[in-house]
């Protein structure tokens, strides 16, 4: 595997947290209506990753989160080492992505979250998430791959944002990067394992809508 892979990743997942965490403090330094700063968190989030996909799916296939690495796996498209190095990857770009986050608007560097995100409704939201993600995922794989798909992706996500009740964090790496960032997206260090463990369910379920629903 070439080492423009992972640097690939690095960067793509490190730019999605980045924007991700940094809309959020714009949105909150600017307006008190929630609804305003979710829609400024949810465009900041869609238009990077639309980004983010056109530019960098090419070179690494635009994974930029662990479960999508972990449905690769599991398909048998990358082996357990390579997926292994990018789930890796991904953690660090995301860190990455919150510190840049976090200095850009005046915080330390690193910090620890205290918004906290529990309860059995936000589980199912996560695993709905992520679901629907790696569904729309393995559709756009179905039909081949092509640059024109890039907006697929973006448009679950960007959808998602409005109907579910945690507005889809679907990331594990992001996810856990959020924890470093004490801001309207952050999430505290003790809620990070419930989205997890809901995000990786959400992957299989979604692997497995895939199969009843998919023809290759």
Do not use: C
């Amino acid at each position: 595997m070439k080492r423009s892979v992972f640097f690939a990743e690095l960067i793509g997942t490190m730019v999605l947290s980045a924007s991700i965490l940094g809309s959020g403090m714009m949105a909150t330094g600017i307006t008190d209506n929630g609804g305003v700063q979710l829609i400024i968190v949810m465009l900041g989030t869609v238009l990077a990753l639309g980004l983010l996909i056109a530019t960098l799916g090419p070179i690494s296939g635009a994974h930029f989160n662990p479960a999508v690495s972990l449905i690769s796996f599991l398909t048998k498209e990358i082996k357990a080492g390579v997926a292994a190095l990018m789930v890796l990857t991904q953690v660090v770009g995301a860190i990455l992505g919150a510190i840049i986050a976090n200095l850009m608007y005046g915080h330390s560097a690193l910090e620890s979250a205290s918004h906290e995100r529990t309860g059995s409704a936000l589980f199912f939201s996560e695993i709905i998430a992520t679901a629907g993600l790696l569904f729309v995922i393995l559709a756009m794989s179905n039909v081949g791959k092509s640059s024109g798909h890039f907006w697929a992706v973006p448009a679950w996500i960007g959808s998602a944002y409005f109907f579910t009740s945690s507005t889809t964090f679907a990331n594990p790496a992001v996810t856990f990067a959020r924890a470093f960032s004490d801001s309207y997206a952050g999430i505290a260090l003790s809620s990070v394992g419930l989205f997890v463990i809901a995000q990786l369910i959400g992957a299989l379920v979604g692997l497995g809508a895939s199969k009843l629903v998919l023809k290759k």
